[in-house]
């Protein structure tokens, strides 16, 4: 039988390392393990006669949870929780993202964001915690380091996202300063770093919990690039600083060569617990479907192939197509067609008591809809002239996920009504954005217009303020429903 080259070349060099850290033939061996060598693995792990190894052997697959360590002021935080299922009868793995603002009850401390289990009792309480809140067990855990996180980027290369927007942010107690243009970057180890722990835009940790899901697609599909292998020397060499485990180092091997050997990147799925936010206590919170957290990780792999599932994106992340339009916070279908397991009652919620404007309702799955495909960040501007009406409504607006670049004062303060105003020869995604913040507030299809001192799709606040405030008060209540 002969080998390619490269696979020649790969099984030498990592041959080589292993027998420099002293494992030797073990490492190469395990490495090329397969499903049976994965169970023996386990096996001597939790113990064969153990009730999780029986639960292993049934079902076929395990669960295991990462979480990226992040010292904030000194404090250690779980930054990046991904509850992780390895299905290896079936040959699949699904990435659940869990926001670290999920309201939780963490053994021991009561009613907490999830986040703070790791700061209360490392990844031993934030695996009973999240066991807690899925009603699935774990069988190992994966600490990411992110102090050494970017050596290791920077060993494989870097690696290349499309940036949705111009991420800016400045905090120069903390000595960070995050500045990323939009478009198709190559970052490196910082730049990359930067990129997943940003937060401050309009979906928060939501928002940050998508981007890391494109950083670890982009750091998949860069470890199966072929021009890595130049690198394993001093990629090998940068892992064992970046992750600590509770899995024996044989096992760690024979799942990075399951994954590389036996699944393609087609059988990689990622996901993210639905929910809404909500404010308890003065206290912001991601409350989560669990239900349809449990859709996801449940179905059948060849459902999931097959995208007929039930929880919306499961097959919108798919890795194997690698787009970007995995479900955004408040996860239903553009069309309003498809919606979270679950969430049926919600559905055909109406507001219709504080409709203004054009008389349409509005219902919680078309409140989704716009704010999900409205791609152009918009301006508040005060035409009223009473003060902090701008900032009244741009604070409401950004609690649903609208992103609000600018406040500030209309031309003149005599606007009767409320306008959305949008700049000449603005392109199409600036106009989609004006009509669809035009619908949301009630404004009439005649006050939606072009302007010459428009830089933004632009809600101009009027004196019928009052009824502005009063529907986006119903709109934000709808919206955590």
């Given at each position: 039988m002969r080998f390619p080259t490269k696979k020649i070349l790969l099984l030498v060099l990592i041959g080589f390392i292993a027998a420099a850290a002293g494992v030797g033939a073990r490492f190469y061996f395990a490495l090329h393990a397969d499903s049976k060598d994965i169970y023996n693995s386990i096996g001597k792990s939790i113990g064969q006669n153990s009730a999780e190894y029986e639960e292993f052997k049934k079902q076929g697959s395990f669960n295991m949870l990462i979480m990226g360590e992040d010292n904030v002021e000194g404090s250690r935080r779980s930054d990046t929780i991904l509850f992780t299922h390895v299905d290896v009868d079936d040959k699949n793995v699904r990435v659940l993202s869990l926001p670290r603002d999920t309201k939780v009850e963490i053994p021991g401390h009561g009613e907490q964001k999830l986040n703070h289990a790791f700061a209360f009792g490392g990844p031993e309480l934030m695996e009973k915690t999240v066991e807690n809140l899925l009603?699935?067990?774990?069988?190992?855990y994966v600490v990411v380091d992110y102090d050494s996180f970017p050596e290791l980027v920077d060993a494989l290369g870097g690696i290349d996202i499309d940036v949705k927007k111009r991420m800016r942010y400045t905090d120069h107690a903390g000595h960070l300063d995050i500045n990323i243009q939009a478009g198709p970057q190559h970052m490196n180890g910082i730049t990359a770093l930067h990129f997943v722990r940003f937060r401050h835009d309009a979906l928060g940790d939501i928002g940050r919990v998508q981007r890391q899901q494109q950083f670890i697609k982009a750091l998949i599909k860069k470890a199966y690039d072929p021009r890595v292998l130049v690198n394993i020397p001093q990629i090998t060499s940068k892992l064992f600083k970046v992750f600590k485990t509770d899995m024996s180092p044989t096992l760690a091997v024979q799942l990075a060569g399951f994954v590389q050997n036996e699944l393609g990147r087609e059988r990689i799925f990622f996901s993210t617990l639905h929910g809404t936010?909500?404010?308890?206590?003065?206290?912001?919170?991601?409350?989560?479907?669990v239900g349809s957290a449990n859709a996801f990780l449940d179905v059948s792999i060849d459902k999931l192939m097959s995208h007929d599932v039930i929880s919306n994106d499961a097959n919108d992340g798919r890795f194997g197509n690698l787009s970007l339009s995995y479900s955004s916070a408040m996860d239903e279908s553009a069309d309003g067609k498809k919606q979270?397991?679950?969430?049926?009652?919600?559905?055909?919620?109406?507001?219709?008591?504080?409709?203004?404007?054009?008389?349409?309702?509005?219902?919680?799955?078309?409140?989704?809809?716009?704010?999900?495909?409205?791609?152009?960040?918009?301006?508040?501007?005060?035409?009223?002239?009473?003060?902090?009406?701008?900032?009244?409504?741009?604070?409401?607006?950004?609690?649903?996920?609208?992103?609000?670049?600018?406040?500030?004062?209309?031309?003149?303060?005599?606007?009767?009504?409320?306008?959305?105003?949008?700049p000449l020869n603005a392109g199409a995604g600036v106009v989609d954005t004006a009509k669809k913040l035009g619908r949301l507030l009630g404004i009439p299809k005649n006050l939606v217009r072009q302007s010459r001192q428009a830089f933004y799709p632009s809600i101009i606040i009027g004196h019928d303020k009052a009824v502005i405030i009063k529907r986006l008060d119903g709109l934000l209540e709808l919206s955590i429903r």
């Open positions: 009603g699935k067990s774990i069988l190992y936010p909500a404010m308890i206590r003065n206290l912001s919170y991601w409350i989560g479907d979270t397991a679950g969430a049926s009652d919600d559905k055909n919620t109406k507001l219709s008591s504080i409709d203004s404007g054009n008389g349409k309702d509005i219902t919680k799955t078309e409140l989704t809809s716009i704010i999900r495909s409205m791609s152009e960040s918009i301006a508040v501007l005060n035409g009223d002239g009473a003060a902090g009406v701008s900032d009244q409504v741009a604070s409401r607006l950004q609690k649903m996920g609208v992103d609000v670049e600018q406040t500030g004062n209309a031309k003149h303060f005599d606007y009767q009504s409320s306008n959305v105003v949008y």
